[in-house]
């Protein structure tokens, strides 16, 4: 995948030399060129000097739909306007903001933009919004009969009951929107954008996303 | 951190929602709330060429709008709909206006 | 009208003073001490320490009731953020913001919850054009995103408005002459007003109009 890594800090560098590691095609973009030292030698991806939500900027680093876009500098407000550029101008869906201030991260969340807080932070978080990995499991257990999954509700299951997904084999034991977690009752409806986790039978995590589209197609 | 000097008495600021859901008619603007209605229009609304989708919410007492910044559709909003929108609004004209509210979707 | 302004630079205080002489109530917001210091204490304007880019120092300053938000800093990505929240969050009817970079120009609209950009460079340009070039036409304010433009001609000798009344120049109809700078007064221009040499003339254009505006007033 394209992946597009904007600010190279600690955090950035370290995200963009584990993508490289696993066989991504990565650009990492900061406004100063002192910076790529970070990413020391086995960095094999590409380095831009510039501001990561100018749409020139990001144009010349091969941007497309099909990219993903981490903004991880180390300012908040940096990272959703680089954010919301990808998303909006390049339609990038793939998108992650890193933010610090909980409170702004409630209101970017609304604008659809996933947010990481810092204080929380891992690469491995992080990297589950931009790199889908359809055959992981957060749990499984002893008996290996049931796994729990995570997944991002796109709009074709949006509006469908946590009942209906349960009867489809796709129980919902928690479910998080705009960064608030709930227990969800069978009749909340699910939304695009919500992060819900599913316990699914170990067997069956591959065929969880065609399950989520074809329970929305049935609804 | 805030030093205020001089400062005459002012409001404490939005007060978090009130769970409670009132009327179009009755909603204050500049205030948390939380209204219940039907999507009667949806809007593509392309401002400056990036795109936004502008919903019209519409109860027993009015209708209000609100745009969602950003994007073209979100799943599940289509007229007919009913929903539960929680925000600040803004007065234009003499209809609310609510930018990227939380929603909720009922059943139709 | 109560007005909040963001920023409490040379351009912030210049806003906050000449507003705070027409009756308004002002807050100005800043975060540098040491601009606090040595400003906060001067003056009838109320000053506030803290960032406006939180939620929590625009509820301090009651952003809630204001009738105006200025985000007036150095720095574009507040500007947008600090726009963004006051239009969201707060409901603020008419939110101004001040573009520092003219490559961020494109962002500064209803997207970012904008209803006024206010471009320095335009402005330092359009002072400095009227001190070396008089008799050109000068753009001064972007409103509505771009479709309407607040622009100034100072007309010359050679002008083919000069003698001619303001109702028979043949100005476009997306134009309207706001105001007229005659001997550094302010005249309200009147259909019957007879343009002289050396007025001032601020025309509001809409649409495509600027072109036949210009040829009206300039040749």
């Known amino acids: ?219 | 951190m805030g030093i205020l000097r001089r400062r005459r008495a002012t409001s404490d600021g939005p007060v978090p929602a009130d769970r409670s859901i009132v009327t179009i008619a009755d909603a204050p603007p500049r205030r948390n709330v939380r209204v219940c209605g039907q999507v009667t229009r949806m809007r593509a609304r392309p401002t400056s060429g990036l795109p936004a989708l502008a919903v019209s919410i519409s109860d027993d007492s009015g209708t209000a709008i609100a745009v969602w910044t950003g994007r073209r559709a979100i799943g599940g909003v289509a007229l007919g709909r009913r929903l539960v929108i929680e925000g600040v609004a803004t007065r234009r004209g003499d209809q609310l206006e609510f930018m990227n509210p939380e929603y909720t979707l009922l059943v139709r | 009208m109560k007005v909040v302004i963001a920023g409490a630079g040379s351009v912030g205080r210049y806003m906050a003073d000449q507003l705070h002489a027409s009756g308004h109530e002002v807050t100005l917001v800043d975060q540098t001490p040491a601009v606090f210091d040595r400003f906060g204490s001067e003056g009838p304007v109320t000053w506030f320490l803290g960032d406006a880019c939180e939620v929590a120092t625009l509820d301090a300053v009651s952003v809630a009731d204001a009738d105006v938000l200025a985000a007036v800093t150095g720095d574009d990505e507040d500007n947008l953020v600090i726009a963004l929240l006051a239009k969201q969050e707060f409901g603020v009817p008419r939110v101004v913001a001040r573009v520092n970079n003219p490559k961020n120009e494109w962002m500064f609209n209803e997207m970012w919850g904008v209803d006024v950009a206010v471009s320095t460079p335009h402005l330092l340009t359009a002072v400095v054009e009227e001190a070396v070039n008089v008799g050109s036409f000068v753009r001064l304010l972007s409103l509505e995103g771009g479709d309407a433009r607040l622009a100034e001609v100072t007309l010359t000798e050679k002008s083919p408005a000069i003698g001619s009344a303001i109702a028979d120049l043949g100005l476009p109809r997306e134009s309207t002459v706001v105001a007229l700078i005659r001997d550094r007064h302010v005249v309200v221009p009147r259909g019957d007003t007879v343009l002289r040499p050396n007025d001032e003339v601020l025309v509001l254009v809409t649409g495509d109009a600027e072109d036949d505006v210009r040829r009206v007033l300039v040749g």
């Not at chain 1, 339609?91 to 807080?117: H, M, N, Q, S």
Request: aromatic fraction near 4%; hydrophobic fraction near 45%.
């Open chain 1, 1 to 219: 995948m394209h992946v597009i890594v904007v600010g190279c800090g600690r955090v950035g560098s370290t995200v963009a030399n584990e993508l490289v590691a696993r066989d991504h095609d990565v650009v990492v973009i900061d406004r100063r060129r002192e910076a790529f030292r970070r990413l020391g030698s086995r960095f094999t991806g590409t380095t831009m000097t510039g501001v990561g939500f100018d749409r020139d900027v990001l144009t010349r680093a091969r941007i497309t739909d099909q990219s993903a876009v981490m903004a991880v500098t180390s300012g908040d407000n940096s990272n959703i306007l680089i954010a919301r550029v990808a998303r909006e101008t390049f339609g990038v869906e793939r998108v992650v903001a890193r933010i610090y201030d909980p409170k702004r991260a409630v209101i970017y969340e609304r604008l659809g933009i996933p947010t990481v807080a810092s204080v929380s932070w891992t690469s491995a978080r992080a990297l589950r919004h931009v790199l889908p990995d359809p055959g992981h499991s957060d749990w499984i257990d002893p008996t290996s009969t049931y796994a729990l999954v995570e997944r991002k509700v796109q709009a074709a299951t949006a509006g469908v009951s946590v009942g209906r997904l349960d009867e489809a084999g796709l129980r919902v034991v928690l479910l998080t929107r705009t960064g608030a977690a709930r227990l969800p009752d069978r009749a909340l409806l699910v939304q695009q954008d919500d992060l819900i986790h599913l316990l699914v039978r170990a067997d069956a995590t591959a065929d969880v996303d065609r399950a989520l589209v074809e329970v929305g197609a049935h609804r």
